[in-house]
């Protein structure tokens, strides 16, 4: 299987935390992105790092990917209430261009 | 900046009736993708657009047809809806192709319940 896999699937921490979620995959990869999903609502793109990428920053978020290993991990730092949401990796395949979604890691931040 | 747009926001069937979703994508963005999300499920891959042919196909049950218009925005046709058609059905979009260095746009959704 070509299915991006994330854990831990639900995570639950004191708001202020560090939280990491980590996604691991089969194929090789064009990129990898990661998305932030609020209850049933759309998915919004948090930041993409290249496969010739090893770690990219975004304000509080910061995200490895380690190719050797075909992982990759998402760290929100010092998180917020409002950082309460799933979040998904998505890989893109360089061998076949297919998009993949990982599984998803369900974050609650408790205040 | 205008972003990917889904019509209807909602919209409520009943068994074996049919629904159409719209999905128009950002300006310039040839390329569309459509997902399925049933409630506490991940996305699943449904089919994908590109200059207005089909570039790639997922899980998408027979009883479904999309395809994509000279403007480049995409319809999700969907037949004898069943129970089990009840998700959240969002699309994304993407300028050229499939390969690219930007991340994909999602639109906000089209939650669809089959009564």
């Known amino acids: 299987s070509q299915q991006g896999e994330e854990d831990p699937q639900a995570l639950s921490i004191q708001e202020g935390e560090n939280a990491t979620m980590n996604c691991s995959y089969k194929?090789?990869?064009?990129?990898l992105q990661w998305y932030r999903q609020n209850s049933g609502r759309g998915l919004v793109h948090l930041i993409l790092?290249?496969?010739?990428?090893r770690e990219k920053h975004s304000g509080r978020l910061r995200v490895t990917l380690d190719t050797s290993k075909k992982s990759s991990s998402l760290l929100i730092t010092a998180s917020r209430a409002a950082d309460t949401a799933s979040y998904f990796c998505?890989?893109?395949?360089?061998?076949?261009?297919?998009?993949?979604f990982g599984k998803g890691t369900r974050l609650h931040i408790l205040p | 900046a205008a972003g990917v747009i889904q019509s209807p926001r909602h919209l409520i069937k009943e068994k074996r009736e049919t629904a159409t979703l719209k999905c128009y994508p950002i300006?310039?963005?040839?390329?569309v993708y459509w997902y399925q999300q049933g409630p506490g499920q991940d996305p699943q891959f449904l089919i994908s657009?590109?200059?207005?042919?089909?570039?790639d196909k997922g899980s998408i049950p027979d009883r479904f047809s999309a395809q994509q218009f000279s403007d480049y925005h995409s319809e999700l046709n969907m037949s004898s809806l069943e129970l089990g058609d009840s998700a959240l059905y969002f699309c994304?979009?993407?300028?050229?192709?499939?390969?690219?260095?930007?991340?994909?746009?999602f639109g906000s959704g089209t939650r669809l319940t089959v009564v």
């Open positions: 994304a979009s993407s300028p050229a192709g499939t390969v690219t260095n930007y991340g994909y746009t």
């Open positions: 194929t090789s990869i064009n990129n």
């Open positions: 790092i290249r496969s010739n990428e």
């Open positions: 998505l890989i893109l395949s360089n061998r076949d261009d297919k998009i993949i």
């Open positions: 300006p310039r963005h040839d390329t």
């Open positions: 657009f590109y200059e207005k042919m089909q570039s």
